[in-house]
């Protein structure tokens, strides 16, 4: 492995999870002004898909899965970065990116 390839793994890795996910393009997009309608969008999908299906297994697993991008919309929360070590509140995210 070449020494310039080997000195960015070391810096990535003394960097937090969490913090390197709320730098990504994908943190930055869910954090930001088209993320809350987005994570309501596909909370509300998940969970029409689930009633749809409700009898079966699936059904109640996307149930109980909207949940997770029901709440994160609606309170602006980041349950990705919470899981990571990082803040929860969308607000802190966006002022530490």
């Known amino acids: 492995m070449p020494l310039h390839q080997d000195a960015r ?3 990535r890795r003394s960097v937090p999870a969490a913090q390197r996910f709320n730098r990504s ?3 930055r997009f869910v954090n930001g002004a088209w993320g809350r309608p987005f ?3 596909a909370g509300s999908a998940f969970l029409v898909a689930g009633l749809v299906t409700l009898p079966s297994a699936l059904g109640i ?3 109980a899965w909207s949940v997770l991008p029901l709440s994160a919309g609606s ?6 970065s919470a ?3 990082g803040p929860l509140s969308g607000r802190r995210i966006r002022a530490e990116q």
């Not at 309170?75 to 990705?80: A, G, K, Q, S, T």
């Open 9 to 11: 793994a070391q810096d």
């Open 25 to 27: 393009s994908f943190g």
């Open 39 to 41: 994570r309501l969008v």
């Open 61 to 63: 697993v996307l149930v």
């Open 75 to 80: 309170f602006d929360v980041c349950w990705i």
């Open 83 to 85: 899981a990571l070590g």
